[in-house]
């Protein structure tokens, strides 16, 4: 067996695709702002979403379902680019179609529960990665401000929650999900969470929510990030694994990346159409 990698070796990997992600975030964020559309933000969010949906089959694989390992990355891409399937009248949408279909192909004798789980994955992974590219719908940099709000306030938490766990961190949170997370770590990183919605708001978008819901805008969104962490901890833990993946060394792979945002993504959507 493959020994761990050392603390300072993980937190050197952390750092270094951390500055990358964040490098490529800037560059497409440039991209867009300068052709005025979205295509970049669309096309960057539908190749994670088939990512984290082949990674999640590998997953679900490990739990004895027989997956459609190009049908649902192309569903999900499909879903995230808002690209309708188009049947004499009317849009029918990929989600029924594709998987309905790509069920019935198969020669499985539990095609009800393939479908089901078929769908329950695209609820849980291509859904709420659209609702990251509707965060950017608005014009110019402040139309970009609610996604790259959502993102800071996930990551900052993400990394707040790690830092004062490993510091301070003495009572387990959920120790049969995932045993090295700590209350104390949840609650730093609800609290850098906050700290990010208050002063992201003051810097990009002023005024246009109270003190009051800019600290419960980042609590909630916080709380909803770790919801998703936990969720997937979980569904990684039932397949036995501690990764979704590799690609990105110590940070696992684009599951890992993105668990948080598949709950707070769509928190963060409800609440700015619930606040507008």
Known sequence: MTPPPAAGTVLRQRLIVGTLLIAAVGGIVIVDLRTGR????????????????????GLLLRLGWRGMRVLLPLCGVFLVADVPLYLPGRPVYTIPLIVALGSLLRPESDRLRNALMAAGTLLYIAVPMQCLVRLA????????APLLLAIA????????AYFTGTTIGRHPLAPTISPKKTVEGAVGGLAGSIAVSVAAHAMLLPGILTLPRQILFGALVGAAGQVGDLVES?????????DSGGTLLAMGGILDLVDSLLFAAPAAYLLGRAWA
């Open 38 to 57: 979205r295509t970049g933000t669309t096309v960057a969010v539908s190749l994670l979403t088939a990512a984290s949906l082949f990674e999640m089959e």
């Open 137 to 144: 719908e608005g014009p110019g940099i402040q139309g970009f």
């Open 153 to 160: 306030i996930c990551k900052m938490g993400d990394t707040a």
């Open 234 to 242: 979980w569904i990684k833990r039932r397949a036995g694994v501690k």
